[in-house]
């Protein structure tokens, strides 16, 4: 079994920054893609931001130029780096991954809020 916790959510101001970080712990053989969902009130899941393995990215494109998606493969860990921030990124941030021979894993989700 493995296990995704995220940590780092919080309250900003519009304008702002927050790093979202999240640990894989268990039975790790390798890691796939590692991904960055969100989820606001009254609206489906939508995916952030991925990185795969070898190191590339892709960003939805509300968050190009403001988010960086980042992992250490060492240390099992995803990281988010959110600056710019807007009332609209308000929302529950789930991290995702894809564990090599057992499929995909979801986190617990952290909730980002965004004050204007």
């Known amino acids: 079994q493995v296990q995704l916790v995220e940590s780092g959510g919080g309250l900003v101001q519009a304008g702002g920054s927050l790093r979202l970080s999240c640990s894989a712990s268990g039975s790790i053989f390798r890691i796939n893609t590692m991904r960055w969902h969100r989820q606001a009130p009254g609206k489906q899941r939508e995916l952030v931001a991925a990185v795969t393995s070898d190191g590339t990215t892709t960003y939805a494109d509300s968050v190009k130029g403001r988010f960086t998606v980042s992992r250490d493969n060492a240390e099992n860990m995803l990281y988010l780096q959110m600056n710019s921030l807007k009332p609209e990124d308000t929302a529950v941030y789930y991290c995702?991954?894809?564990?090599?021979?057992?499929?995909?894993?979801w986190g617990q989700g952290t909730q980002v809020t965004v004050s204007s």
């Open positions: 995702a991954a894809n564990f090599h021979y057992i499929g995909d894993y």
